[in-house]
């Protein structure tokens, strides 16, 4: 769409699903057909974008702003983002990156965003804001399908401001996260409105600045975890 969204979801929408499309690609999922704003922008509650079933996965790459835009004037409820493609292509091999981030969120509750690759976009992996009840789990940012190769985010690998209830990773091997090759911090928490960076955060178990099999280094470009302002309950292991 050479004027707006690939997909807008209005406000007022609940109980929405979006499977198993090409949102900003051709139809082989490898040359690059931008819409000219997001590749998904919504208000509304009860959005469920991917499952885990293969056939279910979108594509959301090479859009002119960010693959997923969560738009924050009446805030969203009950996201689920599974299994997709965010700025890589049909294969997950090759970068084919949003201009803006790969997932961006304001003023929702309850988020889930698990087993994506979410890498190659020019802004940050993922970009929370003012966001709770948050669970980032199994997923790829800034490397490739295998976890062996550099395709990081231009910025932060995932960004928090102002969250609260927020857990990043997991006890067992298929909740790790592997966050490494981005342009900046792996993972990043500031606050802006309340000064509070995160409160209740837990990053648990990922491999951040390494492959997929801990044994070689994909560096960040900055810190692995950074903080400002202050962040309460914070448990990293």
Excluded: C
């Amino acid at each position: 769409n050479q004027d707006m969204n690939g997909i807008t979801i209005g406000v007022g929408s609940n109980q929405i699903g979006i499977y198993g499309n090409y949102i900003g690609t051709d139809n082989t999922g490898t040359q690059a057909i931008p819409n000219a704003l997001h590749g998904i922008w919504f208000f509304g509650n009860d959005i469920t974008i991917g499952t885990s079933n293969e056939a279910d996965r979108n594509i959301i790459s090479g859009n002119k702003g960010d693959g997923i835009n969560g738009a924050w004037q009446y805030g969203n409820s009950n996201i689920s983002v599974e299994n997709n493609h965010i700025g890589v292509n049909k294969t997950g091999l090759q970068a084919l990156g949003n201009h803006g981030h790969g997932l961006s969120i304001v003023n929702d509750r309850n988020l889930t965003v698990k087993n994506n690759i979410i890498s190659a976009n020019l802004g940050t992996g993922i970009d929370t804001y003012i966001t709770s009840n948050v669970s980032i789990i199994g997923n790829k940012i800034g490397v490739d399908k295998t976890g062996l190769v550099d395709l990081g985010n231009g910025r932060q690998g995932v960004h928090f401001n102002d969250g609260t209830n927020i857990t990043v990773g997991g006890s067992s091997l298929a909740e790790r996260n592997i966050i490494s090759g981005n342009g900046s911090e792996g993972i990043g928490t500031e606050g802006l409105v309340n000064d509070v960076a995160s409160a209740d955060l837990k990053i648990i178990n990922n491999y951040i600045g390494v492959n997929i099999n801990g044994d070689a280094a994909i560096a960040n470009d900055n810190y692995g975890i950074s903080r400002w302002f202050s962040t309460a309950s914070a448990l990293i292991q």
